[in-house]
Nanobody, 120 residues
């Protein structure tokens, strides 16, 4: 069983910064991709950023230059540094992993979500 525990959400004023963390634990053999998605009411969940095991990253156009994703493989943790936040960044942010368990099973897992609210 795999658990993803997120932290770091909250309320911030426009122009401010927040750092999200997601610690992954359980019966893990390897983690290919680690990413962050976000969702607002009535909308589909959308990709914010992803980092592959080799370090390659990909960002949504709306966050390029403002957000930075990174991962600590020793800790099985992924981070999202969010700077110059805008009210439109307000959403529930979800951690996501594409990993292989010790039994060799590939699976996609999600965190419980953390609320980020940016006030104008």
């Amino acid at each position: 069983q795999v658990q993803l525990v997120e932290s770091g959400g909250g309320l911030v004023q426009a122009g401010g910064s927040l750092r999200l963390s997601c610690a992954v634990s359980g019966s893990i053999l390897s983690i290919n991709a680690m990413g962050w998605y976000r969702q607002t009411p009535g909308n589909e969940r959308e990709l914010v950023a992803v980092v592959m095991s080799g370090g390659i990253t990909n960002y949504a156009d709306s966050v390029k230059g403002r957000f930075t994703i990174s991962r600590d493989n020793a800790k099985n943790t992924v981070y999202l540094q969010m700077n110059s936040l805008k009210p439109e960044d307000t959403a529930v942010y979800y951690c996501n992993t594409d990993l292989r368990t010790r039994l060799g099973v590939r699976q996609i897992d999600w965190g419980q979500g953390t609320q980020v609210t940016v006030s104008s």
